[in-house]
């Protein structure tokens, strides 16, 4: 079992990139029922990096916390199963 959550992101209003803070993270495109995918996305070391399924461009911003982003219309919370 999973010790923390991976945060999700998405872009429904197609900002030209988004601010996330956390460098691991999945890309669900848009919300549902308009998502792609799920998929899991890491920068590694590099401070940005573009989803390859809608071609979101992420950037790593420290002074976010880790589920938050800029805009903070694209953070989305998955609902419990």
Known sequence: MAD???PHFQ?????DSVAIGAREFMCIGAKPPFDHPHI?????TENEIVCP????LY???PTLKVGESSPNDCNWTPEAA
């Open 11 to 15: 872009n429904s209003s197609g900002h």
């Open 40 to 44: 899991f996305l890491d920068m590694g």
């Open 59 to 61: 950037k790593f911003d």
């Open 4 to 6: 923390q959550v991976v």
């Open 53 to 56: 399924y809608c071609s979101t």
